[in-house]
């Protein structure tokens, strides 16, 4: 019986894995880049990534800052800002999915 356990646990894990990188192969090929990429090579992408979710106003990252990765939008939209000064702000640009 606790070996059945154990089984069903991991069995569970591997099938969440799998939708995810299922998930995560149907977004990468809504990107144009990654359109035309053969499922060997998009799953080297898939290993590689990270799902975040982000807070309404919430700051991705600031100009200047070394990039840590790239971004693509699964869903909602950001606003590209550029600050001026403290008071002085303009909206650049608006993406979404």
Do not use: C
Request: aromatic letters at 10%; glycine letters at 6%; proline letters at 2%.
């Amino acid at each position: 019986m606790e070996q059945e356990k154990k089984n069903s646990i991991w069995e569970n894990i591997f099938e969440a894995n799998g939708k995810v990188q299922v998930k995560h192969s149907i977004l990468l090929k809504k990107v144009p880049i990654f359109s035309e990429l053969k499922k060997n090579e998009l799953r080297e992408f898939e290993r590689i990534i990270h799902q975040r979710r982000y807070d309404k106003d919430e700051v991705i990252f600031y100009e200047g800052e070394p990039g840590l990765g790239m971004y693509i939008i699964e869903s909602g939209s950001i606003k590209i800002y550029k600050d001026y000064d403290k008071k002085t702000r303009e909206e650049l640009a608006t993406l979404s999915n």
